[in-house]
């Protein structure tokens, strides 16, 4: 089993940057793709990135050129570097295999930007 911790969330102002980890602990040898989601209220859970172990990556359209997601294989944590943040990036964020999500959810970290 593959437990995920997610952290690196909190407040800020449109335009500016944070930075998410995700930390894999439990049954991790060989992570699959993995990938970033997130969520707001009464919304589905939306895939935003993922990579595979070799480090290809994929966006969706609404991030493309400000979000980077990397993974260390070797710590088996997954980052998600966003920038340039908007309003509508507010969300809760989670990560877990994808583009299909087979793990548990971890309790996510919310990220709130201001306009």
């Known amino acids: 089993q593959v437990q995920l911790v997610e952290s690196g969330g909190g407040l800020v102002q449109s335009g500016g940057s944070l930075g998410l980890s995700c930390a894999a602990t439990?049954?991790?040898?060989?992570?699959?793709?993995m990938g970033w989601y997130r969520q707001t209220p009464g919304k589905q859970r939306d895939l935003v990135a993922h990579i595979s172990r070799g480090g290809v990556t994929n966006y969706a359209d609404s991030v493309q050129s400000r979000f980077t997601i990397a993974r260390d294989n070797a710590k088996n944590t997954v980052y998600l570097q966003m920038n340039r943040l908007k309003p509508e990036d507010t969300a809760v964020y989670y990560c877990?295999?994808?583009?299909?999500?087979?793990?548990?959810w971890g309790q996510g970290t919310q990220v709130t930007v201001s306009s």
């Open positions: 439990g049954s991790t040898a060989r992570l699959p793709v």
């Open positions: 877990n295999s994808g583009p299909v999500p087979v793990y548990n």
